[in-house]
């Protein structure tokens, strides 16, 4: 819903701020007072072309604001959320349009985005009617989903059980097209994964294999240097060099002194009990490095053997992976892809019947689809000219038509094409909605189609604009009451020229004009009790005469009949 327009510099207004509220909401004032700007000032809003001659002459630029409630336009905040515009919860939707000579900025919650972006989003905002932009009925694109709609929850579910049925159709088919491929390349494709299982299953690879032989190599490599490390450590520390005596036994001969020292120096003890250990652990390791130095060997033919080992191990790595895991991971890939492809003639045949089935259920959905829109679309079109003729459209005729498609095509909507046509006079052929050449007789059948599909279509905000082109009499108490019954589930805001559909409006502003320092400027006023009464007076007659004025009290008396 449309909450607040503020606009600065926009045509003949300079400053202006405008509140909207629930309900029908009447604008009114004399001809050229700014109405239309005002309107004109929302198209912008809403994606329209902007013109540079749109800025007030004198300023630099023009700034439209409109501020907008979203909550509960799930339509609206789908797109949003899409573009990562949904406002955080319980604040408006801010929408800025700035023209600056020719250029033009759009912003969205301080965000800025192009017009193609404004259009996306208004097209759920605001549906205006009367001219041939951000009017939803006049999309063809839209016709068959409001007919759906119409039709109501079991078409809906019918149409999404179509829809699923498709999807799942069209997986179905490409799985079957992709075993259908080329048979030279499933082939080719056979022997290379059959041979290259083959290739893997002959190096006979044992997990962590490669890390083992690299660890073996290296100890090899170096078996000299590391056999008389160990001999060197055992004579220093244990058996003792040809000219020096060992570690150990001079750690003795220290120990010995230390004892004898004892008796006259008691401090010694702790001390002495620290080499005395040290030396028990000095014959423990002495003894570990001669056992280690005992159990190694070197085989002449094993570094041969290893380097060959690992040799075959880098030319499988360089094919297939970086370690023997990843090696034997994709032998376990390869033979589930072979043992996919071996099955494949099954799958085939399992596809082959889930695609008849499926297109057995889709031709039965599409054909239950057509029967409730046939019937959706009859009645609709009825009713639209039932209420046009109470719009003083004696002569129109209004239809839904329906087209078939090709019946053996699968379309995501069904097999049905759908239009809205409509011809204005009695003998003239119906034409597409987007071909009426009239502004007065576009908003009435506006009028009509909102007043059938009232709580089907979701926009929240209707604008009406010269929907009372050529309309007086009782014609004009019909167009109000409708306009009234369409505002009971919808914002409407509605530019009028009749004082019926004013004293029908919850809300009337009256927009006026005034002239000072040689430039016209426009303001609003929102109008009730007296000022409302004199307003309305001024629309019946054009002079406030005690007459009009009771003729006005009596139309705003009567407004709640109308609404």
């Known amino acids: 819903m449309l909450e607040r327009l503020l606009i600065s510099d926009f045509a003949v207004i300079e400053e202006l701020e405008v509140s909207f509220a629930a309900g029908l909401t009447a604008l009114t004032g004399e001809t050229g007072a700014g109405k239309s700007i005002i309107v004109d000032a929302l198209h912008l809003l809403l994606g329209a072309k902007a013109n540079p001659e749109m800025i007030r002459s004198g300023s630099e630029r023009a700034v ?182 060992s570690i150990l036994d001079r750690l003795g001969t220290v120990l010995q002194d230390l004892k004898d020292a004892r008796r006259y120096c008691p401090e010694l003890e702790p001390h002495l009990e620290t080499l005395q250990q040290s030396s028990y652990l000095i014959e423990d390791a002495s003894r570990e490095i001669a056992s280690l130095k005992e159990s190694l060997s070197f085989e002449p033919f094993r570094l041969q053997e290893i380097e060959e080992r690992l040799d075959v191990l880098s030319r499988l790595r360089l094919k297939y992976g970086d370690s023997v895991e990843q090696i034997l991971a994709f032998r376990e890939e390869a033979v589930a892809t072979l043992a996919r492809i071996h099955d494949s003639a099954a799958r085939v045949e399992t596809l082959t019947r889930d695609l008849q089935r499926l297109r057995s259920l889709y031709d039965s959905l599409a054909g239950e689809l057509s029967k409730l829109r ?29 087209t078939p498609r090709d019946s053996q095509g699968l379309y995501s909507e069904g097999r049905d094409d759908l239009e809205f046509l409509f011809s204005a006079n009695l003998g003239e052929e119906l034409r597409s909605l987007s071909r009426i050449a009239s502004g007065g007789e576009i908003s009435r059948v506006m009028l009509a189609l909102k007043t059938v599909l009232s709580g089907i279509d979701d926009i929240p905000t209707l604008v009406f604009d010269e929907i009372d082109s050529g309309v007086g009499g009782r014609t004009a108490y019909s167009v109000a009451e409708k306009i009234a019954e369409v505002s009971d589930t919808r914002q409407v805001l509605c530019i009028t020229h009749l004082p019926q559909i004013a004293a029908a409006a919850h809300n009337h502003i009256f927009v006026t004009k005034r002239e000072a ?7 609003v006023l929102s109008l009730a009790g007296e000022q409302r009464e004199a307003e309305i007076a001024r629309m019946l007659g054009g002079n406030v005469s005690e007459a009009a004025l009771r003729h006005a009290r009596e139309l705003l008396e009567s407004r709640r009949k109308l609404t």
């Open 64 to 245: 439209v604001q409109g501020v907008f409630r979203v909550q509960g336009n799930n339509d609206a905040l789908a797109v949003l959320e899409e573009l990562g515009l949904v406002p955080d919860e319980g604040e408006d939707l801010l929408i800025v349009r700035e023209l600056q000579g020719n250029r033009s900025t759009c912003r969205v919650n301080g965000r800025l985005v192009n017009v193609g972006t404004l259009r996306d989003i208004g097209v759920f905002l605001v549906d205006m009617h009367g001219q041939h932009e951000h009017q939803s009925l006049l999309r063809k694109a839209a016709h068959l989903a409001l007919v759906d709609k119409y039709a109501g929850p079991v078409a809906l579910s019918v149409l999404l059980q179509l829809r699923e049925t498709l999807a799942q159709y069209r997986k179905a088919e490409k799985e079957l097209a992709e075993l259908k491929g080329d048979a030279r390349e499933r082939a080719r494709l056979i022997d290379l994964l059959e041979f290259q299982i083959a290739e893997i299953d002959a190096a006979e690879l044992l997990p962590d294999e490669d890390h083992r032989l690299r660890d073996e190599r290296e100890q090899l490599l170096h078996f000299e240097k590391t056999s008389a490390a160990l001999m060197r450590s055992y004579e220093v520390l244990y058996a003792g060099l040809p000219r020096d005596r």
């Open 517 to 523: 320092e040689g430039r016209t400027f426009t303001r």
């Open 374 to 402: 046939t019937q959706a679309a009859a009645n609709l079109s009825a009713r639209a000219e039932s209420v046009l003729q109470e719009l003083g459209l004696q002569g129109a005729r209004f239809s839904a038509q329906m």
